[in-house]
């Protein structure tokens, strides 16, 4: 991935797809794949094509054009993290740790994939690691509203409401004005763990 196009295009696909914007994503992996094609670097051609598979559900044959371009490229941190995400969405949860841990070691500054590794460690019931990935995450974006968002959740989990309030107002000042919905939802965790903290009268 040296091309500095295709850095920019693969981190607005992760910023459509996380933010549900699925239509948005497949113009923009369209995007790299023309790009990829005109730059003649095959393992990006195959990394796109596996974003266009994402975002209509094809799991299974994401995973293969990710393994793809993993031959050809094997220090493709978001390659790794995607063929885990891919296989926690078609059940198979044996080995997603182990890509989440290859994808970290060939690219360590990569935020998206400490991110996703501590959500699967919360999906599996355990927030302490899982809020280590996402402290590291943050380490390299600090602006990152989803993180900010899960690491709530994970101290939610804990029992730790004045830790989860606090996270979730970070994601709420990071977000912004960008997405009304998902600001919505913040606003309703906010208000349903400040409930939480009032003294009962009986």
Known sequence: MNHP????LRRQIDQAI????????????????TLA?????????LYFQAQQAITFERFTEAIDLLSQALVLNPSDGAAYNDIALCMV?????EGVMEYFDQGIA??????????????FLNKLGRPTEAIIC?????????????????MGDAYEEQGYIQEALAAYR???FFL????????AQLWGEIKRLELMKLPTLF
């Open 170 to 172: 970070y994601a709420l």
């Open 134 to 150: 996402f402290e590291q995450a943050l380490a390299y974006e600090p602006q990152r509203v989803v993180t900010w968002e899960n």
């Open 106 to 119: 060939v690219e360590p500054d990569y935020a998206t994939i400490h991110h996703n590794k501590g959500w």
């Open 89 to 93: 969405d078609t059940g198979h949860i």
């Open 5 to 8: 196009a295709f850095t920019q």
């Open 176 to 183: 912004g004005d960008r997405d009304r919905e998902i600001g």
């Open 18 to 33: 996380t933010f549900h914007d699925l239509d948005h994503a497949r113009c923009l992996a369209a995007e790299g794949i």
């Open 37 to 45: 094609q005109g730059l003649q670097c095959p393992s990006e051609v």
